[in-house]
C-alpha cells in the first residue's frame, strides 16, 4: 500500500509544504533547452490567466508517463510568472506509490497527492490548481485518439470547481501524443486473468497496460517509463469556463455538474480540433 511504499516520509504528497522554488529554479535551464530546442514548442493564451486570482487549471494528458506537454507547460507558468507564484499539482497516487523517489522529486516542483483534500487545501492557500482527469488512461489512450479530450467520465475537478467557486482554465496541446505510439491496451485482457487468480506485479494494480512505439524500448508493453521523442508541441492555454451556478447545492446536483462537466469536454475539444487544424497548416 502506498502509506507502506511512503513510510521514510509519510507526509509525503499529503502536504503544501514540499514545494521547493530553489529546486524549480534549478531545472530551468534544463527545461529550457528542451522547450526551445528538442520540443521547438509554439504556446498561446497565457493571458487568459488572471493576474492575481487562483484558478482551477484542467488539462488532456499526453506522451505516456513522461507527458512532455505538461512539463513544457509547467515552464511557460514559471518563466512568465516566476517560480514563486504557487500552483499544484495533483499526481496520481499510483506514481507516489510505484516511484516514490521520482514522487519526492515531483512534490519540490509542487505535485500533491491527487486527493480531494489535497486540491482544497491548495486553493483555499490561496494557489491556483493543475489537475488531468484523465489520468493513466489519458496518458496512454491509443494513438488514433490523440487528437480527442478523454476524462474516462471522471466529473471530481467539477465538484471542486463549483465548491470553491473557481473558474476552469483548460489547457489543451497538440503534438505530445506523438512522442509515443500507443498500439493498444491490453489491461481488461489482464484484468480478467487477475480475476481468474493471476497477481498483479507489486501487487499494485496499473490502471492500464499500453503496448507502445518509443524511446528507449522499441516496443514497450505495459505503463513503462519512456524517453519522449523530439517531436514538435504546440500548447494552448484557453479562455476561463466560468459557470452559472457555484456551491455546495451545485456541487451535489449530479444533473448539473454532469451538464457543466459536458460543456467543459465540449470547449476543449473545439479548441483542439482549432489546434490541430493550426499545427497541420503551420
Known sequence: M??????SNPKLGWTLDERDPKFIESLMPLLSFLYSYYFRVKTDGWQHIPPQEKVLFVGSHN?????????????DWFRRFGVERPVYGLMHPKVWELTPQIAQMAAKTGAIMAHP?????????????????????DIFRPHNLRNKIYFAGRQGFIKLALRENVPIVPMISCGAHDTLI??????????????????????????????????????AIGPLPNIPLPVPIQTRVCPPIVFERYGREAASDR????????????QMQQELDQLVMLSTKG
Open 63 to 75: 506522451g505516456g508517463l513522461a507527458a512532455p506537454d505538461m512539463l513544457m507547460m509547467m515552464y
Open 182 to 219: 500507443v498500439l493498444a491496451d491490453i489491461y481488461q485482457m489482464l484484468q480478467q486473468l487477475h480475476k481468474w487468480g493471476m497477481p498483479w506485479l507489486f501487487g499494485i494494480d496499473p490502471v492500464v497496460f499500453p503496448i507502445y512505439l518509443g524511446l528507449p524500448w522499441g516496443l
Open 2 to 7: 502506498l502509506q507502506k511504499q511512503l513510510k
Open 255 to 266: 444533473h448539473y455538474v454532469n451538464e457543466c462537466y459536458e460543456l467543459v469536454v465540449t
Open 117 to 137: 483534500k489535497m486540491a482544497y487545501a491548495a486553493l483555499r492557500a490561496g494557489a491556483s490548481v493543475l489537475v488531468y482527469p484523465g489520468g493513466a488512461e
